[in-house]
């Protein structure tokens, strides 16, 4: 029997066996490697660690109902993946060795997949670092992409039950012209003394406002933001948010079922006009809103009253889980299921 408490996994780094790693080293990348060691060896003059040459990624593998496992839209994260590397001058990675690093980093840790009808996922996580070292500001010449998995739970620790989430307009995690439309480490740097004064004011996260006139709502925390009102799913358009995958997708579902779908600036007046609220990605996957608080005039924004999720949150949830854990067929080629 597994020693692994599924139930109770939490959003977090687990110790699995195996991580993947590749350099690229006189302008190409070289083979796979497989380490099972925590550490990498860094230079003391890296640009990842003075310069901010540094990328991310996170992808979702689940176990299936009919016990095959699936990862969630590879090749879309590969893609944003390059769109953050050209973003910070490092090399992309070709689509192909991206998808291989990823097969091969899950069936590793095969057995830190979490098994069906637990609320768990392996979460998986490619990293892009410059490696070469350099002292005056440019892009290094040498640089590591990683990818290490590990089973996690909710982020928010309600799980699919309402959070609460606040408003700030004294911080801004990406300037409009800047770093906000992909996945690089700096943007979550900026994003945590918002983040952290929220969870100590009582809040699961910071919602962040577009950084130029702090009248529209950009996302909230690492997560995409999104409201429901007449039939309609609406979610932010701005060039600082990140072009989440989870909303991207729900956006295919929310027009299947039939509702119209808006991507248009939200003017933080128009919280008012919503049904119901809601976070999304992939750690987030949906987590409903109850309670928007403007933190600097103490405006509430009240949703789903009896403590429960909106019925049409609760319907987008369940068919993105659907497809993602093979319940529903998945039309769109989303799917990579593991030979
Ligand atoms: N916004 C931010 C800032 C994030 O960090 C994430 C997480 O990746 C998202 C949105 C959601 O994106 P995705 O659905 O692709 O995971
Ligand atoms: C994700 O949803 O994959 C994220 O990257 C969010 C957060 C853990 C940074």
């Known amino acids: 029997m597994s020693a692994i408490d599924w ?28 380490s099972d060691s925590e550490y990498i060896t860094l230079h003391i003059a890296a640009t990842c ?23 969630f839209r590879l090749d879309e994260n590969g893609k944003r993946m390059n769109r953050s590397a050209l973003g910070l001058m490092m090399p992309e990675i ?49 640089y590591m992409f ?37 996945k690089v480490g700096g943007n979550y740097a900026a994003s945590l003394r918002a983040g952290d004064r929220a969870h100590q004011e ?31 799913y609406v979610t932010p358009d701005s060039v600082s948010i ?23 600036q939200i003017p933080v007046e128009e919280l008012a006009e919503f049904e119901e609220v809601g976070a999304c990605g992939t750690a987030a996957v949906i987590s409903p809103i109850c309670k928007i608080v403007d933190r600097e005039t103490g405006k509430e924004y009240i949703y789903c009253k009896n403590g429960k999720a909106g019925p049409i949150s609760e319907k987008l949830y369940n068919k993105l889980k659907g497809i993602q854990e093979g319940l529903e067929p998945d039309k769109y080629g989303w799917i990579t299921v593991l030979e």
């Open 146 to 182: 990683l990818i290490f998995v590990g089973p996690v739970g909710p982020y928010f620790k309600e799980g699919f039950s309402p959070v609460r989430m606040q408003i700030v307009k004294d911080f801004d995690r990406a300037a409009p012209l800047g770093t906000g439309s992909i």
């Open 202 to 232: 009582g809040y699961a996260s910071a919602i962040f406002l577009d950084a130029k006139e702090k009248k529209y709502i950009d996302e909230a925390g690492p997560a995409n933001f999104f409201g429901i009102k007449n039939n309609t």
């Open 94 to 142: 070709p689509a192909e060795l991206f998808r291989e690093a990823v097969i091969k980093a899950v069936k590793l840790n095969i057995k830190h997949i979490p098994p069906h009808g637990h609320g768990a996922s392996l979460y998986i996580r490619p990293l892009l670092i410059g490696t070469g070292a350099q002292v005056g500001v440019s892009p290094a010449k040498e």
């Open 7 to 34: 139930k109770g996994l939490l959003f977090g780094y687990f110790k699995t066996d195996y991580n993947i790693r590749c350099s690229y080293i006189n302008g190409k990348w070289g083979k796979l490697e497989v």
């Open 242 to 264: 990140l072009p989440s995958i989870t909303n991207m997708s729900l956006r295919v579902i929310a027009e299947e079922m039939g509702m119209k779908v808006e991507k248009r």
């Open 49 to 71: 660690l003075h310069y901010g040459q540094e990328a991310f990624e996170g992808m979702k593998a689940f176990t299936g109902i009919d016990g095959k496992i699936r990862i």
